[in-house]
């Protein structure tokens, strides 16, 4: 069980660390597409991409260019926020990695009090111990 124990809590670790690295270069492009004026640019691409045919078998067309619409409307806002963004992500994404660490020490304390609590209420046998 200690073994399970710890196995959960290594894949669970490896996608909370492997979300906050996506999420934190997700955050450097953009800062660095919105900095550089090619905002203007992604905000056409995006909205002009074809829902592609797999997808569509899963997920209905009209939610997809919805969320289309809102990533347009949300870069049209970071875009006209040009420069003021790069002073935000040079103190987002060292936050991200504070964040990342904190839910990751929480997670590491449950572990180990988990495996000490299977520990104490584990016999060697599995079984409880019964005083007479």
Same mark, same amino acid.
């Given at each position: 069980?200690?073994?399970?124990?710890? @196995?959960?809590?290594?894949? &669970?670790?490896?996608?909370?660390?492997?979300?906050?690295? &996506?999420?934190?270069?997700?955050?450097?492009?953009?800062?660095?597409?919105?900095?550089?004026?090619?905002?203007?640019?992604? @905000?056409?691409? *995006?909205?002009?991409?074809?829902?592609?045919? %797999?997808?569509?078998?899963? *997920?209905?067309?009209?939610? *997809?260019?919805?969320?289309?619409?809102?990533?347009?409307?949300?870069?049209?806002?970071?875009?006209?926020?040009?420069?003021?963004?790069?002073?935000?992500?040079? %103190?987002?994404?060292?936050?991200?990695?504070?964040?990342?660490?904190?839910?990751?020490?929480?997670?590491?304390?449950?572990?180990?009090?988990?495996?000490?609590? @299977?520990?104490?209420?584990?016999?060697?046998?599995?079984?409880?111990? &019964?005083?007479?």
């Amino acid at each position: 069980m200690k073994i399970a124990l710890w @196995i959960v809590f290594a894949l &669970v670790a490896a996608l909370w660390t492997g979300t906050v690295l &996506v999420s934190v270069e997700l955050t450097g492009w953009l800062a660095t597409t919105v900095a550089s004026g090619q905002a203007g640019d992604v @905000i056409t691409n *995006i909205g002009q991409w074809p829902v592609p045919a %797999w997808l569509a078998l899963w *997920i209905d067309p009209v939610w *997809i260019q919805g969320l289309q619409a809102a990533w347009v409307q949300v870069m049209s806002w970071l875009g006209q926020t040009g420069p003021a963004l790069g002073s935000v992500v040079s %103190w987002l994404i060292p936050l991200m990695w504070v964040v990342w660490a904190v839910v990751l020490l929480v997670m590491l304390a449950a572990t180990v009090a988990g495996h000490f609590l @299977i520990g104490k209420f584990s016999g060697p046998s599995g079984l409880k111990r &019964v005083s007479a």
